[in-house]
């Protein structure tokens, strides 16, 4: 007896990618398909074009004024670039963690609350405060932070910051996380609580981490994508990327050679 | 393939390199010694093998010293994490070439304090395959040759026949002559041990080869054919 092998479809499908800043190509012609249940880590060195193509799944590459972007990203089949998409309603699906812990300069409550507020996920404060906990919960800050919800959220250290804006994106319920760096400014109890929080998470969401630190990728991640110069160079299991790359583009870079 | 941009990681490699590769070069000598010892009774020659495997012991130890500094302090990824991990494990074997080189080196003294004996020739002819395939082994490893560990890997199948003729020709002198029982039970074990120095042999260029290209070599797969797509 054989067993059938379901293919599950990619919660982002990126297709033939193109990126420029006026006449700089800085993605160039990349494809790749993230899945939902996965940490995805793309890896180059600096200015490669990793963060500009994270950017460009949800759009926030829309904000950069000769930012053109061609090719297709599909979320679920659904081209996000398409005119009749609601880039608020995209950036809702699509949440984003920056490099920098930048809370809002309220509360930590209010942090946690803003999102669903403004996308009208609560009918209650009820409603809201149970959105706020669970949240606050997932991100593994909630028995931090319960006793001091109305302290302002840049009180907090560094590690904590960066998982109260963890805990932000995921109170709108996103089915995407983007992570740019989100670990960069973190000493190494904060990063390995955010990397436990990000292993956590990632039965939920597909979960999209640009890094520099190879460490990192290789502890968290199931898939890695190699840039280089604008090009996706190799893309596949995280075990296989960093013991037998097939590229020696991708040795060089993870060895500490130069590219 | 380019050299880190950290120059001491590189040095620590080739450090890592050439002591795994003089171990290998000890056993080959350590093997000779024990050989020669056995066709000219020299107990000096015995007590150098002895020697040289209290060496071994310490070497290997030193691999695995520098092996976990390199772990603890380069964290190693991709061909420098092969080139470690497969050190590590290529010491091991080699310091076994060496436990079963010593054996032969004692059972020569034994032997000589218990008479004149002949050493049946093919005997020999194992210890002159063995060593060759560790010689050609360390060789391959230095060079970085994949090929050349393949050729090593499929020379074991040439020793092993040659194990099956000299047991069957060390029985057959045992049948003929009772009396030298003792003698060709020595030889059956020291026909084992070169039998066994073959297969460390083996395992060894198992190892070069996935140190080099990042896969396994086994039945299904003997090419050897690099791994990396687009190097300069």
Redesign the interface.
């Known amino acids: 007896m054989t067993m059938a092998t379901v293919q599950t479809p990619p919660k982002i499908s990126a297709q033939g990618v193109n990126v420029f800043y006026g006449d700089t190509h800085a993605v160039d012609n990349v494809s790749l398909d993230l899945y939902q249940d996965e940490v995805t880590a793309l890896i180059g060195p600096s200015g490669c074009g990793k963060s500009t193509f994270l950017r460009c799944l949800n759009r926030m590459n829309d904000t950069i004024a000769d930012c053109r972007v061609s090719g297709q990203i599909l979320l679920d089949d659904e081209d996000i670039y398409a005119s009749q998409i609601d880039v608020v309603q995209l950036r809702a699906r699509v949440g984003m963690v920056f490099q920098k812990p930048n809370p809002f300069p309220k509360s930590i409550y209010d942090n946690v609350a803003y999102g669903p507020r403004i996308h009208g996920l609560a009918d209650t404060r009820e409603d809201l405060d149970e959105i706020v906990a669970v949240s606050l919960e997932k991100a593994g800050l909630w028995d931090e932070v319960k006793d001091r919800l109305d302290h302002l959220g840049t009180t907090l250290s560094g590690g904590q910051q960066q998982r109260l804006c963890i805990a932000r994106a995921i109170a709108i319920d996103p089915e995407v996380i983007l992570m740019d760096e989100p670990c960069s400014a973190l000493d190494p109890i904060a990063t390995a609580k955010v990397e436990a929080l990000i292993e956590e998470l990632k039965g939920g969401y597909a979960i999209i981490l640009v890094t520099h630190s190879?460490?990192q990728a290789?502890r968290i991640s199931q898939k890695t994508a190699f840039f280089h110069l604008g090009q996706l160079i190799e893309f596949g299991d995280t075990t296989q990327i960093?013991?037998?790359?097939?590229?020696?583009?991708?040795?060089?870079y993870?060895?500490?050679?130069?590219v | 393939?380019?050299?880190?941009?950290?120059k001491s990681?590189d040095q620590e490699l080739d450090e890592l390199k050439t002591m795994v590769s003089q171990m290998g070069g000890l056993a080959e000598e350590q093997l000779d010694k024990a050989m020669r010892a056995l066709h000219s009774c020299d107990f000096d020659l015995v007590d150098e093998v002895v020697a040289s495997d209290v060496q071994l012991d310490q070497m290997e130890r030193d691999v695995e010293q520098l092996s976990m500094t390199m772990f603890a302090r380069r964290?190693?990824?991709?061909?420098?994490?092969?080139e470690i991990v497969a050190a590590i494990k290529m010491t091991t074997l080699i310091e076994r070439m060496g436990d079963h080189a010593k054996n032969i080196g004692k059972r020569a003294r034994d032997m000589a304090l218990e008479g004149p004996f002949t050493v049946p020739p093919l005997l020999d002819s194992m210890a002159n395959e063995a060593k060759m395939m560790v010689s050609n082994v360390i060789d391959a490893y230095v060079r970085r040759d994949a090929d050349a560990a393949v050729d090593v890997w499929e020379h074991d199948e040439h020793l092993d026949s040659l194990h099956s003729a000299a047991s069957r020709d060390i029985l057959s002198r045992m049948m003929d002559a009772p009396e030298t029982m003792n003698f060709m039970t020595h030889h059956l074990m020291i026909a084992k041990n070169l039998e066994r120095i073959g297969d460390q042999a083996t395992n060894v260029a198992e190892l070069v080869h996935y140190a080099i290209?990042?896969?396994e070599l086994d039945q299904r797969n003997t090419t050897s054919a690099p791994?990396?797509?687009?190097?300069?």
């Open positions: 190879m460490q290789a960093f013991t037998s790359p097939t590229s020696g583009r991708t040795r060089d993870i060895t500490g050679r130069l | 393939m380019t050299s880190h941009i950290l990681y964290a190693p990824l991709a061909d420098d994490l092969r290209t990042g896969r791994s990396i797509t687009d190097d300069a």
